[in-house]
């Protein structure tokens, strides 16, 4: 594979270098025809910038010889400029990065400033720990201009636990002051049945996210589908390699779009656990790896009082604060509740 992509024919300077934002849709792409395009998007490749971050070997179903595969993702790759580049440049593109609030300043301060585009936090912990809650929450915030912590998006959600609920948008989006048919119409849902569909629904999401601005794109739960229908050692390669294609095709409309991507897990008992934290999330490796960042929330004895503990990041130290789930939605605890905690 690699021998072969040494070999293909350089693509002509020219497109290469006219490539940037040059190619809107496929078709436009040099020697991409209609019954090309049409093979591409059955694939799921329906915008440019998702066959930019493509495998070449992915667009084999499509009856696509390696070497226009190769030369397809090439041109669509310099409409994103998307090569070697020097680390001062690598600075820049991390400069790109944005950041939309938690709705808690408590938890954005353990997270640098809020949840980070281009890569995926994964928020995971117990039933009602409010991974469900923050996940409703930031599809409000993510509506917001940048100076109240947004990003001026619309939102993706792939629920699998059938448990998102508009109501609880409408009562976030009221207690910012924001009018809620607005905010709900920003929000695209999408109810996964299955491992297959949840996968399915990811793969085609491409289009969805562009024609709709979608800045945050939400798996809640990532986990739930996978661990109920691959039971047992001998499915556990099936699912892990499953599992991987899926985080890797998040990450990717992450990267292409410049949009925060976040996952929800549960959490298991570490049965050999006595002393510290007794439970892990679910997914094992692929999916420590693949998350980026990774938030544990905890219930407290206190009401509507939640803990979040920031358990790896690329850059941060690990912190943990409290924040708590009302009415209004995610917030930071008040002086009052601390005093009455203390009481
Ligand atoms: N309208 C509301 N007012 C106040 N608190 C609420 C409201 N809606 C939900 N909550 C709080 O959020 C909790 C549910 O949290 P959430 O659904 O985010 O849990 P989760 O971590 O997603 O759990 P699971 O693993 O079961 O999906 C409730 O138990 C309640 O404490
Ligand atoms: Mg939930």
Redesign the pocket.
């Known amino acids: 594979m690699v021998a072969e992509e040494e070999k293909a024919e350089p693509l002509s300077a020219q497109a290469e270098a006219d490539g940037e934002g040059k190619y809107k849709r496929l078709e436009d792409l040099p020697g991409v025809g209609p019954a090309t395009a049409q093979k591409l998007r059955e694939l799921g490749f329906n915008t440019v910038e998702s066959l930019a971050t493509a495998a070449i070997r992915e667009l084999e179903p499509a009856g696509i010889s390696e070497k226009k595969a190769l030369d397809v993702i090439r041109v669509a790759r310099s409409t994103l400029s998307l090569t070697f580049i020097r680390a001062d440049e690598l600075l820049k593109m991390r400069q790109n990065v944005h950041r939309l609030s938690s709705g808690s300043r408590a938890i954005d301060e353990i997270l640098g400033g809020g949840l980070e585009t281009q890569t995926i936090t994964e928020i995971y912990?117990?039933?009602?720990?409010?991974?469900?809650?923050?996940c409703h929450q930031m599809c409000v915030n993510v509506q917001l201009p940048p100076e109240r912590g947004g990003l001026n998006g619309g939102a993706l959600y792939v629920d699998t636990?059938n448990?998102f609920r508009t109501e609880?948008i409408i009562?976030m989006a009221q207690h910012l002051g924001l009018n809620p048919e607005d905010i709900v119409k920003n929000i695209i849902f999408a109810e996964a049945y299955t491992s297959d569909h949840q996968m399915f629904l990811l793969e085609n999401a491409d289009q969805v996210v562009k024609e709709n601005n979608i800045l945050l794109i939400v798996v809640?739960?990532l986990t739930a589908h996978f661990r109920s229908e691959f039971l047992g050692r001998e499915m556990l390669a099936e699912r892990q390699q499953k599992l991987n294609k899926h985080m890797h095709r998040l990450i990717r409309l992450a990267r292409a779009f410049n949009a925060v991507a976040v996952v929800?897990n549960?959490v298991m008992a570490k049965p050999d656990v006595f002393f510290g934290d007794a439970v892990h999330p679910v997914g094992g490796h692929i999916v420590a790896h693949t998350s980026h960042t990774r938030l544990y929330?905890r219930k407290s004895s206190r009401g509507?009082t939640r803990i979040a503990r920031l358990v790896s990041s690329p850059y941060l130290p690990e912190g943990e604060r409290v924040f708590k789930?009302?009415?209004n939605g995610v917030e930071d605890i008040s002086e009052d509740d601390e005093q009455q905690g203390r009481r």
């Open positions: 912990g117990e039933y009602g720990s409010g991974k469900s809650q923050l636990e448990t609880r009562q809640d739960s929800t549960q929330l509507p789930v009302t009415e």
